[in-house]
C-alpha cells in the first residue's frame, strides 16, 4: 500500500528533474497555479463524492495524486511531513 505512494513521490521527483514532454505531471509539477488549482477542484470532487456515496475511491485517489504533485512543486519534502506527523503522536 505504502509503495504504491512512495512510487509516487519517486515518479514526481524524476519527472521534476528529467521532464518528459506533453506529460501531465510535468504540467502540475512545473505550473504551482494549476497545481493549487487541481488539488482545490480534486477536493472538492471528493467531497460531493462522499455526500452522494457514489465513486468515493476516485475522488480520493485524485485527491493523492494532485496533493503529492503540489507538494513536489512546492518543494515541500514528504520526509519532512512524515517526521512532523511523528512529533504529533500521542
Do not use: C, Q, W
Not at 36 to 61: D, F, G, R, S, Y
Amino acid at each position: 500500500m505504502l509503495d504504491t505512494l512512495e512510487s509516487l513521490f519517486k515518479l514526481a521527483r524524476e519527472r521534476k528533474s528529467n521532464p518528459v514532454e506533453g506529460s501531465y505531471t510535468n504540467k502540475l509539477l512545473s505550473n504551482r497555479s494549476l497545481s493549487k488549482e487541481k488539488v482545490l477542484e480534486e477536493i472538492k470532487e471528493l467531497i460531493e463524492a462522499v455526500e452522494k456515496n457514489t465513486n468515493m475511491i476516485h475522488e480520493a485517489a485524485d485527491v493523492f495524486y494532485h496533493l503529492i504533485m503540489y507538494i513536489e512543486a512546492n518543494d515541500i519534502k514528504i520526509e519532512e511531513i512524515m517526521s512532523e506527523l511523528n512529533k504529533r503522536k500521542k
